[in-house]
Nanobody, 125 residues
């Protein structure tokens, strides 16, 4: 059974930082493209960042470029999202996702096979 478990969310002030983690089990981790999405109240779930199996290629939403960094530790079966210079618009539930098809368009939700339960990030003004 595949499980993705996010952690690291919380409450932070504007300008602060958080590091999210997503631990995976039940899948051949190195074969998957991994991503982070987020969903704010009343809004659609949106793409944040994605990383290839080797970690050599990353993609970011324009809204987080230069502030967020995605990375992965294949030995630990974990994907990370370092979030810096946070602002209230970053407030959302953050989800990690895994795709067995490494050729998918990384920002399309439909391409991902597995999802975590999400972790809340709240940025106060």
């Amino acid at each position: 059974q595949v499980q993705l478990v996010e952690s690291g969310g919380g409450l932070v002030q504007t300008g602060g930082s958080l590091r999210l983690s997503c631990a995976a089990s039940g899948l051949a981790f190195v074969n998957y493209k991994l991503a982070w999405f987020r969903q704010a109240p009343g809004k659609e779930r949106e793409f944040v960042a994605a990383i290839t199996w080797s970690g050599g290629n990353t993609d970011y939403a324009d809204s987080v470029k230069g502030r967020f960094a995605i990375s992965r530790g294949n030995a630990e079966n974990t994907v990370y999202l370092q979030m810096n210079s946070l602002n209230p618009e970053d407030t959302a539930v953050y989800f990690c996702a895994a795709a067995s098809n490494i050729y998918i368009n990384p920002n399309r939700r439909s391409g991902y096979d597995h999802w975590g339960q999400g972790t809340q990030v709240t940025v106060s003004a």
